[in-house]
């Protein structure tokens, strides 16, 4: 039995594999039946010895947007670290495929690796394009072949859920902090996973996911639940009330207290301590004294002005008295604007009435079906949320659920091919192709420009002719104060060939790399769609191929 069956048998979904850690339902039987279907075709077809060029790109940017963070580059050259069918696999495979497939078949796929495969991409956190392949493949046809649905799982949710978390992170500003609460909600426990790595990687803070902080060492973060403020209906219920002031380590009545503090505040507040629930003050108390140094309190259980406020600065208040400082509240119903600036005001007038200035720096968390567009609708009005916690709308990636990469083949043994279509927009790039992000003297990024890749790089100052693609009136020099190279290679003779940045540093390159476009390409709505183009030479190849593929009809 080999890791990967050992490690399914005892249930772990993630293995170690040295220093790598793979998530162990990726494998090579991840895939589509018909990838091996036609390995064994091309196998029969003598087509063994084929090398293919593959470019796995996508056509259109998700959320109406114009741009795309790339995210899942790591795990596909893991994928290709391990590529290997197992003993069990290849039984699997001879009981499911048609009757007939021959033995040396099967011996040959037992023998496959991804060791001739030369994987080159752009790198993981950068902003990419439609058309402009972000992975390039070049290896024998029929295993380059066999990695295209895996390798597309592994880029397509990865880079439209950084793609989506980058999104809430423009809305929210730099100074919100954004936690991702999805997992309840997530397609599976996988995509689980998967949504809380790739929120971290386009910019949130933090999950409330604990087995993605274990994997990802990423912040984990959290509140409490409504069952929590439920599960108390009064103070009598309380078994403890004790804490330990931090500094003398005398034990105080906690609720004592808070009661004192609550009565007090009702003037302040200007609400009653009759109309609050004492099922919420037991519930902030006995939580209080489980984590005086991380006090945060849900507070529109019962009702945010008459109740959960009043109870919340009670409790904070008390625990003040025992050398505590609460840090917050979260609102998750109603109208979070209004409410969170309610909150704000409240704080502020405890914090001048009781001469405790930190009152006017808790945190007021926010959530409930919170989406790009609410947070936006939540900026023109005007609030006092520091932090937004999301999950469904986040993790579903609601607004388009799907990135629609595609894998297609551009040349085979030196010879390029082309995919036509009636869809001019379908039409593929053929030839193996090199990619180049072209710079303005202010940093700007102008246009991407593919390329043949027997063609020299543009160069720093030199007037280049870029094209569109397919309508041959736009066109444009660009002379580019920077020019960058988009492909590094990055697997190899059976090696990964760069040092791979933590997630941290495709987090930080998320951002780096969105401060080099424009903000009108950035902007929610209608955003200016940025330029890719193709060299002059590029061009007449795409279209002298097209005229040569195109059949010639015939009207009688
Ligand atoms: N000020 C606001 N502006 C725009 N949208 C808001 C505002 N406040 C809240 N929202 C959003 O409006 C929706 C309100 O949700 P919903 O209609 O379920 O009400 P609720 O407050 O959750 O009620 P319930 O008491 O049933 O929990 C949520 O998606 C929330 O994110
Ligand atoms: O709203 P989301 O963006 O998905 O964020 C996560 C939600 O999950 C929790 O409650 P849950 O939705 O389970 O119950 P509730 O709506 O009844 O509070 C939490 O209180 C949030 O509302
Ligand atoms: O910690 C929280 O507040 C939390 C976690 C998951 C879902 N909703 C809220
Ligand atoms: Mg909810």
Redesign the pocket.
Known sequence: MNDREMSCNTGGQFMDRGRMNQNGVVQPLLTDLYQITMAYAYWKSDKTDDQAVFDLFFRNNPFHGEFTIFAGLEECLKFLDSFHYSQSDIEYLRQTLPEGIENEFFEYLGNLTAHDVTLYAIDEGTVAFPRVPIIKLEGPLIIVQLLETTLLTLVNYASLMATNAARYRMVAGKHVKLLE??L??AQGPDGGLSASKYSYTGGFDGT?NVLAGKLFNIPVKG?H??AYITSFSSVGELKTRLLKHKQTGIMEDLLEHAIRHRQMLSHVLDVSTEESSEGELAAMVSYAIAFPDGFMA?VDTYDVKRSGLLNFSAVALALNDLGYHALGI?I??GDLAYLSCLAREAFEKVADRFKVPWFNKLTIVA?????EDTILSLNEQGHKIDCF???????TCQRQPALGCVYKLVEINGQARIKLSQDVEKVTMPGNKNAYRLYSADGHALIDLLQKDSELPPAVGQKVLCRHPFQESKRAYVIPSHVESLYKVYWKAGKICQQLPTLEQVREKVQISLKTLRNDHKRTLNPTPYKVAVSDNLYNFIHDLWLQNAPIGELS
Request: proline share 0%; aromatic share 4%.
């Open positions: 609460f999805g309840r909600r409330s509140t639940a409504h849900l979260r998750d119903s959530s409930n079906d919170i989406n916690g999301i999950g469904t709308h986040l993790v």
